[in-house]
């Protein structure tokens, strides 16, 4: 083979490796607490999104299975093609509320995991103290978003699934916000 066919080849298989080494210099500075706000707040929608998921599906399935909540014109109804028992709108409203503080007792769990060992650093507080602080500030969100979503459901009639939204959406924005702030080191 000519040799400056080799020196090529040779090159091109250099530069490639320090492509590869310089990408995951990239993702390791990413996924470390020093990456910056928004990075951070990337980190925070990433696992914020594996938390969200743990809630929904406990949500509905709890609500489907245990404490019935939804009704057959449910957009999750349809989409999952299940039966949903039939319930009056206040019982529906309870139910839906349990529903809730199951799954957010879960997800939350997850929540705290994913946001000590990905997005913020742990040490501002004791990690008693921090724990305690992290269920607070998910308790108060959640019981504002449940309140929301129960009102919604009981007043208005709104689908299930539309009133879980907006409880998710205030519980998100709460929960950065004390999060970044309060409770973790930036």
């Known amino acids: 083979m000519d040799e400056n066919v080799m020196d090529d080849f040779t090159d091109a298989g250099e ?8 990408w995951r210099s990239q993702v390791r500075f990413f996924l470390s607490h020093d990456a910056g706000p928004i990075a951070q ?26 404490f019935p909540s939804l009704t057959s014109d449910d957009w999750m109804v349809r989409l999952l093609g299940v039966s949903p028992g039939v ?15 199951i799954a957010f007792v879960v997800s939350n769990a997850v929540a705290y995991i994913l946001n000590v060992w990905f997005v913020f650093q742990k ?3 004791r990690w008693i103290v921090e724990v305690s602080m992290f269920y ?19 007043r208005y009639s709104v689908m299930t ?17 004390m999060r970044r702030f309060v409770i973790f080191k930036g």
């Open 15 to 22: 530069e490639e490796l320090r492509g590869i080494s310089c």
């Open 41 to 66: 707040f990337v980190k925070y929608g990433m696992a914020g999104g594996v938390a969200t998921v743990v809630h929904i599906t406990l949500f509905f399935l709890v609500g489907w299975r245990l």
């Open 123 to 125: 040490g501002r507080h």
């Open 161 to 177: 699934t539309l009133a879980f939204g907006t409880n998710l959406i205030s519980a998100l924005l709460i929960n950065y916000t």
């Open 87 to 101: 319930v009056e709108e206040s019982r529906r409203a309870l139910n839906a509320a349990i529903s809730t503080s």
């Open 136 to 154: 607070a500030v998910s308790g108060i969100s959640m019981l504002v978003g449940t309140m929301l979503q129960s009102i919604l459901i009981y």
